[in-house]
């Protein structure tokens, strides 16, 4: 898979190459971490995992990066990256057995839907990088968002199962998620199953 260089993107970084190739640990990652609640709770939580955090924004990968340090997790680690881009560049194929997805930019507008980063491209570098059996779980707030998740997933059908949402384990729960809860609401989920 060709992933273009991006120039508002850094290379990958060579404490990711050196964290991923020092365990063997079951990988997780969190697509659009924002500031790590979900990476850092998980790798409190799940010590015989790991969990990467891809964020865009420099400050939040500083601040997740910081907490992480602190609260010496070595089992997690936050990278600047924008969607599965370096992921893509960085993971071997059927490495990841988890990738999460919260709340995404829904961009509403539907000049802009084009950016929307969930998409039938986005499916297929997810199951390339999936571990058969490997979920991918995608949630938002935002309907018709969600519909058109819906619809990449359908549009790939041949690359997944859909599963319950409940993997058994107690998952934590994201900053925007915290925030939508608060207000009474559920967010709309998606978790899909890798086929071989």
Not at 69 to 75: F, P, V
Not at 104 to 110: A, C, E, S
Request: overall charge neutral.
């Amino acid at each position: 898979m060709q992933i273009p260089d991006r120039p508002d993107i850094p290379e990958i970084p060579a404490g990711l190459s050196d964290w991923v190739a020092a365990s063997s640990l079951p990988l997780e990652v969190d697509v659009g971490c924002h500031r790590g609640a979900f990476v850092v709770e998980m790798a409190a939580r799940y010590k015989t995992s790991r969990f990467l955090g891809i964020e865009r924004q420099r400050s939040r990968v500083e601040r997740c990066g910081s907490k992480l340090r602190r609260l010496d997790l070595i089992n997690g680690f936050v990278v600047q990256g924008d969607g599965l881009e370096l992921p893509s560049r960085a993971l071997p194929a059927r490495s990841v057995t988890k990738i999460h997805v919260s709340f995404p930019d829904p961009w509403p507008k539907r000049r802009h839907h084009i950016r929307r980063m969930v998409n039938e491209e986005f499916l297929r570098a997810a199951h390339h990088l999936l571990a058969v059996d490997g979920e991918l779980r995608l949630m938002t707030d935002d309907e018709p968002y969600f519909r058109a998740m819906e619809l990449a997933s359908s549009q790939t059908a041949d690359l997944w199962d859909e599963v319950p949402w409940d993997d058994g384990r107690e998952v934590a729960e994201t900053e925007f998620q915290r925030k939508f809860a608060a207000r009474g609401l559920v967010p709309f989920r998606l978790a899909l199953r890798a086929r071989d």
